[in-house]
């Protein structure tokens, strides 16, 4: 993929076009404040995660066995973070704040999904190939 800056960037927006809608809608659907920020706290955090793997693979790959170590702690540190931001975030509030929490999580991974298919069509039907 030659592109992969112009993709992070387009995995970003979408992203966060998707969390503010939602956010929106959530605030005004179901007067619930709480939760339309856990869902853009979640996005947020969702694509730190998801590029920071992505740029973690790609210094492991020209940094070789030495960036290990340093790859571990990072994912320590991820997984801590990105687990006890909700509590952090929602404290002892109502379970939907936790539940779109989660939802905005795995929401950018949603989209980059969706983004790299759309890509891979593009570049197909460039080549001519069936997808």
């Keep these: 993929m030659e592109n992969v800056r112009s993709y992070q960037v387009a995995v970003a927006w979408r992203s966060l076009a998707v969390a503010f809608a939602a956010a929106g809608l959530i605030a005004i659907a179901f007067h619930e404040r709480v939760a339309a920020l856990a869902f853009i706290a979640g996005t947020?955090?969702?694509?730190?995660?998801?590029?920071?793997?992505?740029?973690?693979?790609?210094?492991?790959?020209?940094?070789?066995?030495?960036y290990l170590p340093f790859l571990t702690v990072e994912s320590l540190v991820r997984v801590f973070v990105a687990g006890a931001a909700p509590f952090v975030i929602v404290?002892?509030?109502?379970?939907?704040?936790?539940?779109?929490?989660?939802?905005?999580?795995v929401a950018p991974?949603?989209?980059?999904?969706?983004?790299?298919?759309?890509?891979?069509?593009?570049e197909s039907a460039k080549t001519g190939t069936a997808s």
């Design 44 to 66: 947020l955090i969702g694509l730190a995660s998801l590029l920071h793997i992505a740029t973690g693979f790609d210094r492991l790959t020209k940094g070789g066995k030495g």
């Design 91 to 105: 404290g002892r509030g109502p379970a939907l704040g936790y539940f779109t929490y989660l939802a905005g999580f």
């Design 109 to 122: 991974l949603a989209v980059a999904v969706w983004a790299y298919r759309q890509q891979i069509k593009a």
